[in-house]
């Protein structure tokens, strides 16, 4: 298995080092995206010296959330968009019918709040799947400072069309895949995004419940536990609580033939 690269250590609290919160300095709290290590997965992706200082001089705070706990909800305004930093996160959105629908899966270097874009409001909520941590990126700021790096104004071009097309790719896999297609492509959806960040692609941990991912692929949860099941049969995964194994890629591939 390739090796896992390490997660970088959660920053000092107060918790932890015993100091108490009002002798930390504001400096300590600053996030700076010359130096995160998720810096070529997010906003700063191809921006030079210069250019990382202004938007260093952006990103005003780190907000810690514990599990289970809220970002934003629907319907409040929209400020900031967010880069995750540790962690993972779900958005959900209200259904028809009232119920809450798992309408993502964020990872480490995922930006967050780009659906309160065009409506000045939030349409989902955003929820810690694990302890987390975020960089707040205030839009009006960011969206004045594009106006003057061209190579900034391009990154967040591209993460509206990104986000454009997630879209598109999810009403694909819930208008026309089959169960199994589906839960093939969210977990090949995933391998690559933990290569990305440096994590092997191949095993790793799924924060979300087996209720929630059958929320976020529009199947039942007795369907999703029986599509794990078959897959560990056939071979394809291992499966250890919420650790996945990766068995055997190529089939996985297969099964979603053309789509993925």
């Known amino acids: 298995m390739p090796a896992r690269s390490p997660r970088p250590a959660p920053p000092a609290t107060p918790a932890t080092t015993g100091a108490p919160a009002e002798v930390i300095s504001i400096l300590a709290l600053k996030?700076?995206?010359?130096?995160?290590?998720?810096?070529?997965?997010?906003?700063?992706?191809?921006?030079?010296?210069?250019?990382?200082?202004?938007?260093?001089?952006?990103?005003?705070?780190?907000?810690?959330?514990?599990?289970?706990?809220?970002?934003?909800?629907?319907?409040?305004?929209?400020?900031?968009?967010?880069?995750?930093?540790?962690?993972?996160?779900?958005?959900?959105?209200l259904?028809?019918?009232?119920?809450?629908?798992?309408?993502?899966?964020?990872?480490?270097?995922?930006?967050?709040?780009?659906?309160?874009?065009?409506?000045?409001?939030?349409?989902?909520?955003?929820?810690?799947?694990?302890?987390?941590e975020v960089c707040a990126i205030p839009f009006g700021e960011l969206e004045e400072l594009a106006r003057s790096v061209p190579a900034l104004q391009?990154?967040?071009?591209?993460?509206?069309a990104r986000e454009i097309s997630r879209d598109h790719g999810v009403m694909l896999v819930l208008g026309s895949m089959r169960a199994e297609e589906r839960l093939a492509s969210f977990l090949l959806n995933l391998s690559r995004r933990y290569q990305l960040r440096g994590y092997s692609s191949t095993e790793f941990v799924l924060r979300m419940t087996r209720e929630e991912i059958g929320s976020y692929l529009g199947l039942k949860l007795e369907t999703v536990s029986r599509l794990f099941s078959r897959f560990q049969d056939e071979g394809l995964l291992e499966v250890g609580g919420r650790t996945v194994k990766i068995l055997d890629l190529d089939a996985l591939r297969k099964l979603v033939g053309h789509r993925e």
Do not use: W
């Not at 921006?47 to 001089?57: E, Q």
């Not at 959330?65 to 959105?93: D, W």
């Not at 259904?95 to 000045?120: F, I, P, W």
């Open 95 to 132: 259904s028809e019918d009232g119920r809450n629908q798992v309408a993502g899966y964020h990872l480490q270097g995922d930006l967050v709040g780009l659906d309160g874009l065009g409506t000045e409001r939030h349409g989902c909520e955003a929820v810690a799947l694990e302890d987390s």
């Open 31 to 93: 996030a700076h995206c010359s130096t995160c290590s998720l810096r070529e997965l997010c906003l700063p992706v191809g921006l030079d010296a210069n250019d990382m200082k202004l938007v260093d001089a952006t990103v005003r705070r780190r907000t810690r959330l514990r599990k289970g706990e809220t970002l934003y909800r629907a319907g409040q305004p929209f400020s900031a968009l967010y880069a995750i930093r540790l962690g993972t996160l779900k958005t959900t959105v």
């Open 154 to 160: 391009r990154n967040l071009h591209q993460l509206l």
